[in-house]
């Protein structure tokens, strides 16, 4: 049974369809390489190291193939999946009658991506429970995203194909690596490159020379965090040179006035000074910008993690309303649906919706929930914080709190202080380590999979998607290890809401939750007849454009046909993209107001931390296999070498950085495409807070530096987690 067989990498949100290559392995499938597959319409032979590695991941020796329990004495010892969902349903209810459905809470990770039933089956869970405490690494990420389009609206035509573009300003993105912000992710080096060479003038703002910048005409290595104060400074220049589309201000915009005024002190001097580049260079990007004809701007990570995320996203929304850099009536629509169902695209906005300050409160920081999801960053503080409403059980779904959340000190106390912490995890993680029930699950290309996330996944803002009608289904390809006792992460909760006596509905959702395409497909599970992954997918996909089983017809992928022109406004539609939100001008005065000298200079922490993605590692997975972590399981500082000469220490010196909060050891690398006084170190690596002494097989952990309650944003409460004054002294 040597076969070739086309399946779907879902490891990260672009979904590239790949060749799985399956051999037999004493009757079981058993994948032992992945390649591109070239006969895959949208990706075309396209893989990167991580997808390569599919097999290792699948096959290693410290993949979990039971799951386990914590014992009196600390350790853990097998128990079957059966057993542990009614031991789980027991605790559970012994806590709900004890304190409470709000004692419950679910974080879900990135990991769900690859898993279309997992988050829509825990949440529904968790709502049969009662609780309202559902969490996603979301509000770690990029929430200034739905924040930022609650206060300023949506346009209903989309945006501009990338392919076709003149101009395109990425903040803080590096796609090429991440595949996961800004531009499309398939293929995204190639993409760029054939952009540039049809002329293309890509803007990036960054304060590295990363693999993205190193492409771009116009490059502003400009301190990190300061990206309002550009946006803001760009903004200023395209409406004091007239640069801005008139016509659709005056039929689309409100608020233009206000805007105007707001931005009165962000001068180009003031903004150069502030953020370190020269004046000429802002003024530049913003007529390049302004004056293309197909354009977009768009962002990643790198500004969201140094403060004011809404601000920003908000400004750079204001960016393109101003410019009208969106697809306008009659225009082909960019990102046609496949999988997900038909819809009417309108060259109309959509009116701003309340984004904050509505649903479940938090007990701190007066946070509450938002457009882009409950604050992850205060449940370790909702944990920890006695009386009412304390959180006393957590069941994270493929997430990795240890790894990922702010304030790592702070995570650990919390986990530990648990009565039930529960987590889903393919291998034994930092938070599986402090786990109660560490439920081992099967892997992707063990479970079917479909490209219709990665269609969704246009609703959050973030710049990706499939530029066509693509869709791609894979049936399970391979078995599970021999003697495993493997579950997917929505049976166990199933078989869990069984013992409890809970019947689940789940909603298959597409769009945002103040903006939905199509009706909301609510659909019981059935207590009585469990159905199976391959049922719930096909019900998810009930009311798909193109039905499930003409997907299913074409193993490779397909671009299905079927132009789609964005239709005209409807009559009578007032609707308007505001640019004139209260709450962010007045972020924007407090911005205005802030003596930033002072705020720059922090003599005692002269160095800044900022975040970066490894091409190698998704987050905190992979970590462990040698092939991608090549024989180095750490994550290395990387400063400029003029600093580390300056700082009399070399290459390979271990050395402690430390924030006003914490510090961790880490392994010093030169990098000289950073901009001097900075270090920039991947995140998700580290192993328990006593366990820095193996720093060189555990790796550094960056949310250690993190404080939670010190510098935050007010609406998602997402702490400082870039931008971050440390030091860098030898270890
Ligand atoms: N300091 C700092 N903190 C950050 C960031 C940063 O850049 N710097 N980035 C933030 C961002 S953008 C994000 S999205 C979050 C990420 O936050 P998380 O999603 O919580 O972190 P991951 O490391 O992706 O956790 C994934 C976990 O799922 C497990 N896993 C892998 N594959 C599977 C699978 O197939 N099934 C199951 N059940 N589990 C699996 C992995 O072993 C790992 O334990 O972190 C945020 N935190
Ligand atoms: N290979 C790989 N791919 C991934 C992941 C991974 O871990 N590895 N993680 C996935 C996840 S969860 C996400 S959310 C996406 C993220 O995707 P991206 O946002 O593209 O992530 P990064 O590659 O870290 O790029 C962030 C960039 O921001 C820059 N930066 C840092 N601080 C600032 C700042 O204050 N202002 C500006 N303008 N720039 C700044 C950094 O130098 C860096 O180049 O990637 C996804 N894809
Ligand atoms: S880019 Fe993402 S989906 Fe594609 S092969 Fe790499 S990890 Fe897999
Ligand atoms: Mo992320």
């Known amino acids: 049974m040597n076969e070739v067989v086309p399946t779907i990498c879902r490891l990260c949100i672009a979904h590239c369809g790949v060749l799985a290559h399956v051999e037999d392995d004493h009757g079981r499938r058993k994948v032992t390489k992945v390649t591109g597959d070239p006969d895959n319409p949208m990706f075309k032979g396209y893989t990167c190291p991580k997808g390569r590695a599919l097999p290792e991941l699948h096959n290693h020796s410290g993949r979990l193939l039971h799951s386990l329990k914590r014992q009196a004495g600390g350790q853990h010892g097998p128990i079957s999946n059966a057993k542990a969902a009614g031991e789980v349903a027991a605790k559970l209810q012994a806590i709900i009658d004890q304190y409470g459905p709000r004692s419950v809470a679910m974080y879900v990770g990135t990991p769900n991506v690859g898993y279309p039933a997992a988050a829509s089956v825990g949440n529904s869970f968790l709502r049969a429970l009662d609780s309202r405490m559902f969490f996603t690494s979301n509000t770690i990420d990029q929430p200034g995203k739905q924040v930022a389009m609650a206060a ?63 492409k771009a005409s116009i490059h502003l290595q400009a301190r990190p965090g300061e990206d309002h104060v550009l946006l803001a400074a760009m903004l200023k220049v395209i409406i004091d040179e007239a640069l801005y589309d008139h016509e659709f201000v005056a039929s689309n915009v409100a608020g233009f006035e206000e805007l105007c005024e707001a931005l009165a002190p962000f001068t180009l001097a003031y903004a150069a000074d502030r953020a370190d580049v020269p004046a000429a260079q802002i003024e530049e990007a913003a007529r390049v910008f302004a004056n293309a004809t197909c354009r977009h701007a768009n962002s990643g990570t790198g500004p969201s993690f140094s403060m004011y995320c809404n601000l920003k996203e908000y400004l750079l929304m204001c960016l393109n309303s101003l410019c009208g850099a969106y697809t ?241 406004k409807e009559s009578g539609c007032e609707a308007r993209l505001d640019v004139a939100n209260p709450f962010m001008l007045q972020q ?29 590692f998704m987050n905190s997975a992979g970590r462990s296999i040698p092939r991608l972590n090549g024989g180095q399981p750490w994550n290395p500082a990387w400063v400029h070498p003029a600093d580390i000469a300056e700082l009399g220490l070399q290459e390979g010196d271990m050395v402690r950085i430390a924030s006003e909060h914490d510090a961790i050891p880490a392994v010093l690398e030169a990098d000289d495409t950073l901009r001097r006084g900075l270090v920039a170190i991947a995140h998700a690596f580290g192993g328990l807070v006593e366990e820095d002494d193996r720093y060189q097989e555990l790796g550094s952990n960056t949310g250690r530096l993190i404080q939670t309650d010190k510098d935050y944003d007010p609406i998602t409460g997402m702490p400082r987690m870039g931008n971050i004054p440390v030091s860098i002294t030898a270890w």
């Not at 990338?162 to 992710?185: Q, R, T, V, Y």
């Not at 919390?414 to 995890?425: E, G, I, P, R, S």
């Not at 000298?597 to 490894?614: G, K, L, M, S, V």
Request: glycine residues 8%; proline residues 8%; negative net charge.
């Open 328 to 568: 306008r009536e009659g225009e082909q629509v960019t990102r046609p649906n496949a999988m997900l169902p038909a819809y009417t695209p309108r060259a109309q906005a959509l009116a701003p919706f309340k984004g904050w300050g509505y649903g479940e409160q938090l007990r701190v920081r007066g946070l509450t929930d938002t457009a882009a999801g409950m604050p992850t960053a205060a449940l370790a503080d909702e944990i920890l914080l006695e009386g009412e409403g304390q959180v006393r059980a957590l069941l994270c779904i493929g997430g990795n709190p240890m790894a990922a959340w702010p304030d790592q000190r702070k995570t650990q106390r919390a986990l530990q202080q648990l009565d039930l912490l529960l987590t889903f995890d393919v291998e034994m993680s930092a938070t599986a380590r402090l786990a109660d029930y560490v439920i081992a699950c099967k892997q992707t290309l063990e479970t079917p999979g479909m490209s219709q996330s990665a269609e969704n996944i246009k609703y959050f803002g973030t710049g990706i998607g499939f530029q066509a009608a693509y869709a791609q289904y894979s049936g399970r390809i391979a078995d599970p290890p021999h003697d495993s006792d493997l579950v997917e992460e929505w049976e166990f909760l199933y078989d869990v809401a069984k013992h409890m006596g809970h019947e689940l509905t789940f909603a298959a959702f597409f769009g945002f939750a103040q903006y939905v395409e199509a009706p909301l497909e609510v659909m019981p599970l059935s207590l009585d007849d469990k159905p199976s992954t391959e049922d719930i997918y096909e019900r998810i996909c009930a009311n798909s454009r193109i039905p499930l089983e003409e997907v299913k017809q074409y193993p490779h992928g397909h671009i299905f046909p079927g132009e789609l022109k964005v239709a005209p």
């Open 588 to 616: 924007l005065e407090e911005v205005a107001g802030q003596d930033y000298r002072a705020e720059q200079h922090t003599p005692d922490y002269p160095f800044r931390y900022i975040p970066r993605r490894h091409n190698n």
């Open 152 to 214: 300023h609206g949506k346009w209903l035509g989309g945006e501009p194909d990338f392919e076709h573009a003149d101009a395109w300003l990425l903040m803080g993105a590096n796609p090429i690596i991440s595949k996961s912000a800004g531009i499309p992710g398939q293929n995204p080096a190639q993409k760029l490159k054939e952009g540039l060479a049809r002329g293309l003038q890509l803007i990036v703002i960054d304060p590295r020379k990363s693999d993205t910048a190193r």
